[in-house]
């Protein structure tokens, strides 16, 4: 299964612009990605409080990076931990579960312009507040339910979200995928091929505790 995803973090002007992903594990196919290692963290979309994590490769700041898993599609959980101020850490787990059927399909993305149509489960929904993102404050974002836990200073400190995703098919998908992104496209050169075994042997170091600190 070749997946799509687009690690997005909301700057704000009270805490400034200074964002990094610090790192991105996948632990059902032992993906464990890092900064300045494999990734980086830029801002290609017009919006530039925008932070996008993306393929440390290349200059040009990409939408996303691409992960091949080398296995048959089924729903899986990424977290991310990003630094604010290179202070301030915050974990996001993001729950995918895959709607369609899986052996027919090839490709999930977190980017709901490459989707052909929209499932009834998005079908009233605005890709802005429904795809998987953070930001520094704990406001709940509209049209999504999270768990999440607040600091002693009012900021976020973690956030767990469901994001439900089509499978699609691959060439289809990477005409659509040009078409939204252009010259912002994630390279095939680029993509990252998943390890065998789990990251961290079934382990999470980073459980999430609820309720507030």
């Given at each position: 299964?070749?997946?799509?995803?687009?690690?997005?973090?909301?700057?704000?002007?009270?805490?400034?612009?200074?964002?990094?992903?610090?790192?991105?594990?996948?632990?059902?196919?032992g993906l464990l990605l890092r900064d300045r290692v494999d990734l980086a963290t830029r801002r290609p979309m017009p919006n530039k409080r925008m932070a996008i994590g993306c393929s440390k490769r290349g200059r040009l700041a990409r939408v996303g990076l691409l992960?091949?898993?080398?296995?048959?599609?089924?729903?899986?959980?990424?977290?991310?931990r990003?630094?604010?101020?290179?202070?301030?850490?915050?974990v996001h787990r993001v729950h995918y579960e895959l709607l369609g059927a899986p052996d027919a399909y090839q490709v999930v993305s977190d980017?709901?312009?490459?989707?052909?149509?929209?499932?009834?489960?998005?079908?009233?929904?605005?890709p802005t507040f429904v795809?998987?993102?953070?930001?520094?404050?704990?406001?709940?974002?509209?049209?999504?339910?999270v768990n999440q836990r607040v600091g002693s200073n009012g900021l976020l400190l973690e956030r767990e979200e469901l994001f439900q995703i089509p499978l699609l098919d691959r060439g289809d998908w990477f005409k659509r995928l040009n078409e939204s992104l252009?010259?912002?496209?994630?390279?095939?050169?680029?993509?990252?091929?998943?390890?065998?075994g789990t990251a961290s042997q079934g382990i999470d170091p980073y459980p999430f505790a609820g309720g507030e600190d």
């Open positions: 299964m070749l997946i799509h995803l687009v690690p997005r973090f909301l700057s704000c002007p009270v805490f400034g612009p200074h964002v990094q992903l610090i790192d991105l594990r996948i632990d059902s196919v992960i091949d898993t080398l296995r048959p599609a089924k729903p899986f959980t990424v977290v991310y990003w630094a604010v101020a290179a202070e301030q850490l915050i980017k709901m312009a490459t989707w052909p149509q929209r499932p009834i489960e998005h079908q009233d929904s605005i795809q998987p993102r953070l930001e520094a404050t704990c406001l709940v974002p509209r049209d999504k339910v252009g010259d912002r496209v994630p390279r095939l050169d680029d993509v990252v091929t998943c390890p065998l």
